[in-house]
């Protein structure tokens, strides 16, 4: 078999005659960023996909061995730069297990509530974005608006917009703000209001549904061979959720409000609609624990720790339910103020992989909106 690199130039008589590589990206507006795919074509459809990855790689983990746990957070959170949150929330939860660190209750409910809503940020990008790869512009409109109700709070919380550097082992920076609950609420309900307008905008649109149902389908047992989690496995039927299934912070506690939307299709069409479902789940748990942190006399948000912190000798994993799935942190310390290891393992590395296998057969004129459907973030790829 012969191929044929295309790029400018290229006579229209060699294509009839070779297969083609095209290489999208690593700078190409359906790509999320610094991804590249290379693509062996016949005719439109495509016969290979392979994902080339690294354009973006900052070495986090190594730079994670040179600073110690405060320090740490900084980079932690920029991974997955629409999931600051949580990413800072994996790191210090195996830091705290690792000391033995019980934190106050008032910041376990405050750091699952801020979960929740840094969910919210994270999905409505993408329940905005994914539309506008595919031709339809609108709806990126309202999920901004929508996006800049929560912005707001976690603004006012943390005075970041998007690294919040919130999170610190022993619980929270500082107390929340006086009459930031209620304000909070009200960015919930207003969120909620306007979600059916996603809805009917994205979801009931017929072209948008043409373009995307039966188009890059996942069998459940692709995901299990490739480690893929999060809102992209529940779409092909595999229900797990940490948060259900190992709760951490305090989501043992919310087990009737927390309900695992899921799939069967496994489509573009039913990714999207796990998204758009969990969106409306999150909300449902951000009132839950607001509810909570009402009833809750006044107390500590975090514990006075030393000047210089220390995790003893040995070493964990911590795991948490991330916006775009699995996040896990494997902490190895002898007991310095710097961790001798701290390996990360992204949702969006698995995610991105499995596109070789679900992208051979397609067209290429699916290849955006399978793209687009996999939900992932570059730097979550390139640690």
Request: hydrophobic letters at 45%.
């Amino acid at each position: 078999m012969t191929q044929a690199t295309v790029g400018v130039g290229i006579g229209a008589d060699q294509l009839d005659t070779t297969d083609m590589v095209l290489n999208i990206g690593p700078q190409h507006p359906s790509t999320h960023g610094v991804l590249r795919l290379r693509l062996v074509l016949d005719g439109e459809v495509i016969v290979s996909a392979e994902p080339i990855i690294g354009y973006m790689h900052r070495g986090a983990e190594k730079l994670f061995e040179v600073r110690d746990y405060r320090q740490i957070l900084v980079l932690a959170n920029r991974h997955d730069w629409l999931s600051a949150f949580a990413n800072e929330l994996g790191v210090v939860l195996a830091v705290e297990r690792m000391l033995g660190m019980e934190v106050p209750e008032r910041a376990v409910w405050a750091r699952t509530l801020l979960a929740e809503l840094n969910r919210v940020l994270n999905h409505l990008m993408f329940l905005g974005s994914y539309p506008l790869e595919l031709g339809a512009i609108t709806p990126i409109f309202h999920a901004f608006r929508d996006r800049e109700e929560i912005q707001s709070v976690m603004e006012e919380i943390s005075g970041g917009r998007m690294h919040f550097m919130f999170n610190r082992v022993g619980g929270l920076k500082e107390d929340l703000p006086a009459g930031w609950l209620g304000r909070t609420r009200h960015a919930v309900a207003e969120v909620r209001s306007r979600l059916p307008v996603l809805q009917d905008l994205v979801h009931g649109n017929e072209i948008f549904r043409a373009r995307t149902r039966g188009v890059g389908v996942l069998s459940p047992e692709t995901v299990h061979a490739y480690g893929v989690s999060g809102p992209i496995a529940r779409a092909s039927g595999v229900d797990f959720d940490l948060r259900r299934d190992e709760p951490y912070l305090a989501y043992g506690e919310l087990a009737d409000v927390l309900r695992v939307v899921t799939r069967e299709e496994g489509d573009c069409l039913a990714r999207f609609e796990c998204l758009l479902d969990q969106v409306a789940v999150s909300l449902d748990l951000a009132d839950a624990c607001l509810d909570r942190l009402e009833q809750l006399p006044p107390g500590p948000i975090n514990l006075r720790l030393p000047k210089v912190l220390k995790a003893p000798e040995g070493h964990t994993y911590a795991w948490t339910e991330n916006p775009l799935g699995l996040n896990g942190y494997y902490l190895v310390s002898r007991g310095e103020k710097t961790p001798w290891r701290l390996k990360l393992r992204s949702a969006s590395y698995n995610n991105v992989q499995v596109l070789s296998e679900i992208l051979p057969g397609c067209l290429i004129a699916d290849m955006v909106a399978i793209l687009g459907s996999m939900f992932f973030v570059v730097g979550d790829v390139d640690k």
